[in-house]
């Protein structure tokens, strides 16, 4: 009889020990579901043998988007690189010289009026072509990439498309002559609230050219 209990009290602190085991493993593990993720640390590594982190240097190759000088100015700035579908779009920003908006534009323009964001799409991420846009003309005609005048900064996926937006655009948007939605447009960065607080954050602006039917 006294070898029965002390048998079933020996299976009963067995069970309780794995048990507690395996709440403690539970409680130890990192769920990241289905989403891809970014090695660059010992963060979701619970052991490894024979391997080593290594930096692979990048390597300079030739560049993969040059100004045109007669319609975007001098420079491109890449901001923004977004895998959409099976394309890659790429969000840069332009400077273009005063005297292109000088027709429209009452005084001295200034700096931020200047930059302005245009589109590039690939398939490869190598070989990038301008979209059509064929939206704004800043004197220049309407034949350019450019898909929000007198804005400066970037644009991204959420994939949760939180509050039913799936582009967001966080920066900046002056109010300018060429397009007509950026007048009164308003960021709707808010806290808990519904107070704006310190930033700029853009969504579902009507007319805003970056939600895909670019």
């Not at 491109?76 to 840069?92: A, F, H, N, R, T």
């Not at 292109?100 to 534009?105: F, T």
């Not at 490869?124 to 220049?140: E, M, P, S, Y």
């Not at 002056?174 to 930033?199: F, M």
Request: proline share 6%; hydrophobic share 40%; aromatic share 12%.
């Amino acid at each position: 009889m006294c070898r029965i209990f002390f048998k079933g009290l020996f299976i009963t602190i067995i069970s309780w020990l794995l048990l507690v085991n395996f709440a403690i493993c539970q409680d130890n593990i990192i769920r990241v579901g289905s989403k891809k993720q970014l090695f660059i640390d010992d963060q979701l590594i619970d052991n490894a043998a024979g391997v080593k982190w290594q930096v692979h240097p990048p390597q300079k190759k030739e560049p993969v988007l040059l100004p045109v000088p007669e319609k975007e100015g001098p420079r491109v700035s890449p901001k923004s690189i977004l895998q959409v579908g099976d394309e890659y779009w790429m969000y840069y920003t332009i400077h273009v010289p005063q005297e292109w908006l000088e027709r429209d534009w009452e005084g001295e323009v200034p700096g931020y009026v200047r930059h302005m964001i245009c589109l590039a799409k690939s398939r490869d991420g190598i070989h990038w072509k301008r979209v059509d846009a064929n939206l704004f003309d800043i004197g220049r005609g309407k034949d350019n990439a450019i898909v929000m005048p007198s804005s400066h900064g970037t644009i991204f996926l959420d994939p949760n498309e939180t509050r039913g937006s799936r582009f967001w655009f966080i920066g900046n948007i002056t109010e300018n002559p060429w397009w007509e939605e950026s007048e009164g447009a308003v960021y709707k960065l808010t806290d808990s609230e519904g107070e704006k607080v310190g930033g700029a954050m853009y969504l579902d602006i009507p007319g805003m050219v970056f939600n895909g039917s670019v």
